[in-house]
């Protein structure tokens, strides 16, 4: 079975500090790759999403993940963070039932 | 964002009592999902629905039934509410025009279970 694994609980950076969070899915093959962000007490939205192509990823809020096929891995980047950027943010893997498979998830904390 | 109505939005109930909570969305999305959120465990998917009267178990299926009679409504019942179904449900659409299109949700209703 597919699943992908956040390996940090809780990050805590300053403002415009840069930002790495680390994805890494366990399938071999073809996979969709995606992040969302949720912020306090709202509803999970879509950060940016991998299918094909480039493995360099923009996506919205001057976010980018880069797909590494090598290290299974799909890690999210920001340059330089903001606190409003303080949230939980999730990677996922397409399932083979067509859902979404999430991570547990990273707590982001930026500190003005 | 993406039509999608959560009802109830806060809901306390007692343990062994039958709950219902509601998506409604007005995208005339064909899939819909149930997912619950708990911390330290992410996102699980409950169950799914691939179209009307379609549905299909997800990952923590157990104690959860769904229904879908119309396109618009994906209703997920607990059929005896039990503590460890206090967390937060997401409903999710997505219109799978590409395979694992991306997911769109909703508000979350948040649950307690006393």
């Known amino acids: 079975a597919q699943s992908v694994s956040q390996h940090n609980h809780h990050v805590i950076l300053s403002e415009a500090a840069s930002l790495e969070l680390g994805c890494n899915y366990s399938y071999g093959g073809t996979v969709n790759l995606f992040w969302y962000v949720q912020y306090p007490g709202q509803h999970l939205q879509l950060l940016l999403k991998?299918?094909?192509?480039?493995?360099l990823v923009k996506g919205i809020k001057g976010f980018e993940a880069e797909f590494i096929k090598s290290k299974f891995s799909f890690n999210l980047r920001k340059p330089s963070v903001q606190w409003s950027d303080t949230a939980e943010y999730f990677c996922?893997?397409?399932?083979?039932?067509?859902?979404?498979?999430f991570g547990k998830g990273t707590k982001l904390s930026v500190k003005p | 964002d993406a039509g999608i109505t959560q009802s109830p939005r806060h809901k306390v109930t007692e343990t062994g009592t039958p709950v219902t909570l509601r998506c409604h969305q007005t995208e005339n999305h064909r899939y819909m999902y149930w997912y619950r959120q708990d911390p330290g465990h992410g996102l699980r998917l409950i169950h799914y629905s691939y179209g009307v009267k379609d549905t299909d178990k997800g990952e923590v299926s157990d104690g959860y039934s769904v229904s879908r009679s119309k396109t618009e409504d994906f209703l997920l019942t607990l059929e005896s509410a039990t503590s460890s179904q206090t967390s937060v449900y997401f409903c999710?659409?997505?219109?799978?025009?590409?395979?694992?299109?991306?997911?769109?949700f909703g508000n979350g209703t948040r649950l307690t279970v006393t």
């Open positions: 996922a893997v397409g399932g083979s039932q067509g859902n979404l498979i």
């Open positions: 991998y299918f094909s192509g480039d493995p």
């Open positions: 999710a659409i997505s219109d799978r025009a590409s395979y694992n299109s991306p997911l769109h």
